[in-house]
């Protein structure tokens, strides 16, 4: 059975920093690429960062230079640094995985961890 548990979300102020993990178990992990979504209120899911097999990061346009993502494959476990937040950082966070190099993984999802930059 995959599963994809995330965790590290929670209530930051705006310039802060957060770091999202998500432990894999039920797969090797290492022939899978990985990813981070978000979603806000009434809004479809979107891609906010990547990783391949090979550990290739990929992030979307918004958060490049303030997020980074990395693997350990020791841990089965995918890692999203976010700093710098800002306000429309806020959603629910979700971590993917499909079995092969793709940097839109869709496959596996995980239930999502809040996260929230106010003031």
């Known amino acids: 059975q995959v599963q994809l548990v995330e965790s590290g979300g929670g209530s930051v102020q705006p310039g802060g920093s957060l770091r999202l993990s998500c432990v894999v178990s039920?797969?090797?992990?290492?022939?899978?690429?990985m990813g981070w979504y978000r979603q806000f209120p009434e809004k479809e899911r979107e891609l906010v960062a990547s990783?391949?097999?090979?550990?290739?990061?990929y992030y979307t346009d918004s958060v490049k230079g303030r997020f980074s993502i990395s693997r350990d494959n020791d841990k089965n476990t995918v890692y999203l640094q976010m700093s710098s937040l800002k306000p429309e950082d806020t959603a629910v966070y979700y971590c993917?995985?499909?079995?092969?190099?793709?940097?839109?993984?869709?496959?596996?999802w995980g239930r999502g961890t809040q996260v929230t930059v106010s003031p």
């Open positions: 990783i391949s097999m090979s550990a290739y990061p």
């Open positions: 039920g797969v090797t992990f290492e022939n899978y690429a």
């Open positions: 993917a995985g499909t079995p092969k190099n793709t940097y839109q993984p869709r496959d596996y």
